[in-house]
């Protein structure tokens, strides 16, 4: 079974643009998780979408925004980017349903610089 | 805000020691993940515990839950280079829907 794939894998943007961020999740996993990796903050949380709807948020600005598509695959915008939004973005999919919620399985993740 | 402190950040270690990697909450988690994450990639699933008291092994890897579901620790038996890695705990809370919540990792180097 193939596991999550992210693309792209490394993107360089300038700051005040915008950027998209693609996922499509594991073969049959309906719940999409976006999380940003920093060195100083660690594994943040984004959010989570299941069956087209963010299901949880975390504590980010709304510059930072997603979807998920009919057939799960999920993409996360960022816009008027900041020097700081520099970071490992990853997904991480999962079946999504109550009593199976419990293991995530990440993407390599897109490696963002802004400049 | 929940926080998952892990300790220790960093550890080097010569191969064949023993190590024990500790993840503790003021909060009951739901269920705690393990991952391990090496450089360029994204984060692997080593294994989830659920009940209080559960320990789980993997190898030369075990894991345990505590009794009050609030921490959890990661022993290595032996440690070997190929150990080498960033290992992650994270877990759920009863109040936090289907998010987890990341401890800030233990960078781990086991030199030949």
């Known amino acids: 079974k193939a596991g999550v794939t992210q693309t792209p894998r490394y993107l360089i943007k300038t700051r005040g643009q915008q950027v998209t961020l693609s996922c499509s999740p594991i073969?049959?996993?309906?719940?999409v998780s976006w999380y940003q990796q920093t060195p100083g903050q660690g594994l943040q949380f984004l959010f989570e979408?299941?069956?087209?709807?963010?299901?949880n948020k975390g504590n980010f600005p709304g510059r930072f925004s997603g979807r998920q598509f009919s057939n799960s695959r999920s993409e996360m915008n960022v816009s008027t980017l900041e020097l700081g939004d520099s970071a490992l973005y990853l997904c991480?999919?999962?079946?999504?349903?109550?009593?199976?919620?419990?293991?995530?399985?990440f993407g390599p993740g897109t490696r963002l610089t802004v400049t | 805000t929940q926080l998952l402190e892990q300790s220790p950040q960093f550890l080097s270690i010569q191969e064949g020691e023993n190590l024990t990697v500790y993840c503790n909450s003021s909060?009951?988690?739901?269920?705690l993940q393990w991952y391990r994450q090496e450089p360029g990639e994204g984060p692997v699933l080593l294994v989830t515990v659920v009940t209080g008291g559960e320990v789980k092994k993997l190898k030369r890897l075990t894991f345990q839950f505590g009794d009050a579901r609030k921490d959890s620790s990661l022993h290595i038996t032996a440690a070997q280079p190929g150990d080498t890695g960033l290992y992650l705990c994270a877990g759920y809370y009863n109040n936090a829907g289907n998010m987890l919540t990341f401890g800030g990792g233990t960078r781990l180097m086991v030199k030949p």
């Open positions: 991480a999919s999962s079946l999504g349903l109550a009593e199976y919620s419990y293991e995530q399985y």
């Open positions: 979408y299941f069956s087209e709807t963010q299901r």
């Open positions: 073969s049959g996993h309906r719940s």
């Open positions: 909060s009951v988690f739901s269920s």
